[in-house]
């Protein structure tokens, strides 16, 4: 016997991530894991951590030249980590 109120998996699922604000945070963190992508090989390889708190992308650098060559780049990286999440997920970048 069929029920009247009978939802797919796919629509109870959807309800349910935006019931619990998933969906910012599934971006947050695909974002987070295509950092070597946006950024290239030679940054990420001297990238010791990447975290997004609040809007604000953290970046953790070990080398301090490419600190200063990011520095000059802020914005830059600011709209292309927007561009790849879809929407303004980054509202300013801070380097460590």
Do not use: F
């Amino acid at each position: 016997m069929r029920r009247n109120k009978t939802v797919t998996i796919r629509e109870a699922l959807n309800e349910y991530r935006s019931e619990m604000n998933i969906d910012t945070r599934l971006k947050e963190v695909g974002l987070i894991n295509s950092w070597e992508e946006i950024a290239g090989k030679a940054i990420a390889k001297r990238t010791s951590r990447v975290y997004l708190k609040e809007g604000k992308l953290i970046i953790y650098l070990t080398s301090p030249v490419v600190r200063n060559e990011l520095i000059m780049a802020k914005e830059s990286l600011r709209e292309r980590l927007n561009e790849q999440a879809g929407e303004e997920l980054v509202k300013e970048v801070i380097l460590r």
